[in-house]
């Protein structure tokens, strides 16, 4: 799914620049979404969370824009707890 939407370009080149190279970032993102139950579907958890978040973040223009951070929060624990 990652790789797909990484290839059609649906994520900031930023994003992707800071996953790839900052380790702490991921590992907080992963730290934040495994559960410990089932490492399979946590995982798979943790990869379809990251996909929202990459997708929401691109789509909204979070990259170097100035936002209102309280809608942007909102509506991003809103798509996170779907």
Do not use: P, W
């Not at 790789?3 to 702490?24: H, Q, S, V």
């Not at 730290?31 to 946590?42: E, I, L, Q, T």
């Not at 943790?46 to 996909?51: F, R, Y």
């Not at 170097?64 to 509506?75: H, R, S």
């Amino acid at each position: 799914m990652l790789a797909a939407n990484i290839e059609k370009g649906i994520y900031d080149d930023r994003d992707l620049e800071k996953l790839r190279t900052d380790d702490e970032y991921l590992n907080g993102f992963i730290k934040s979404f495994f559960k410990h139950r089932d490492a399979r579907s946590d995982m798979n958890n943790v990869l379809a969370k990251l996909d929202k978040v990459l997708t929401f973040r691109k789509t909204t223009g979070l990259n170097g824009k100035l936002i209102d951070i309280d809608c942007i929060c909102d509506n991003l624990i809103s798509e996170l707890l779907q």
